[in-house]
């Protein structure tokens, strides 16, 4: 058995929509966590970068102010509902923190993985949603090139796929 | 605690001439193995594929049958002395293999996870060594994309990075 008592590690799981972060969490505390109590786990959901819209969108339609509103709204809900369902898995953990961030996922993953001095960052391989994915491109890929902690990818096994 | 005992797992770990494969090691060993004596650990070094070169090179140089064979000679040293190397941080684990590969790392890394069941692939950052990834590009990279379990990649920090 290889020594691992008395390590403290903080280990970063980053949460989202999708079924497959959830996969990769439970990986997460089976496999990688918690040989003992002072392992500290953080959940970290990022929401969309806020957007300044013009009155007009290039297609003629018109972004109220009520409209933002209520998107930030749905955004906050989303972030609470996608924590609450994480931090439902971690039972079995003493140590858990939530965290939302705003931004683009690629720079605030990577910026939260310094700040907070995280030893071990544990993704979905697929990042931050279908439709987030499309406009950004892989998060796994750019945060395993640029953050400096091992990084360990999830793929939820296809089998379970279910939408992914 | 999360329950873990009972779980077989097979992990692999790529390792090569470079320091920070034997960091990723090392950090598998303390991090993610090894709960149980179920564990498996297979270590992997992916020797350079065997060229075909023709009487003369592009330069004018010979490839003698003589020097063709002392460079096979060299790689077989190189990949036993790396698994030695590898095999001997391994004290505390049960089940340790070995085995060499020859051929593209990226292709050899993703056939072997295959064709062996591995549960979770190891691997530096950097992937298979200065030169060789010179030619290749990232090997890490392309292992997250396109191997189906999880993948944890790496980092030697740079403090201890010497000449990596």
Chains 1, 2 share one sequence.
Request: one cysteine or more; aromatic letters at 6%.
């Amino acid at each position: 058995m290889a020594e691992t008592s008395g390590i403290e590690r903080r280990i970063m799981v980053t949460v989202d929509e999708g079924d497959e972060s959830m996969y990769a969490l439970s990986w997460c505390l089976k496999n990688l966590a918690f040989q003992n109590d002072k392992d500290h786990l953080i959940l970290l959901y990022v929401k969309p970068p806020r957007v300044v819209y013009s009155a007009f969108d290039g297609t003629g339609y018109l972004f109220s102010s009520d409209i933002t509103a209520t998107m930030e709204r749905v955004s906050q809900q989303v972030a609470e509902g996608v924590l609450e369902r994480a931090k439902g898995l971690c039972n079995n953990v003493e140590n858990v923190e939530v965290k939302a961030e705003s931004g683009d996922p690629r720079d605030v993953i990577c910026q939260m993985v310094q700040k907070w001095g995280v030893d071990v960052l544990v993704m979905g391989s697929h990042g931050y949603g279908v439709i987030k994915r499309a406009f950004l491109g892989s998060v796994s890929n750019h945060c395993a090139q640029n953050v400096k902690c091992p990084v360990v990818i999830v793929k939820k096994p296809k089998s379970t796929a279910g939408e992914i």
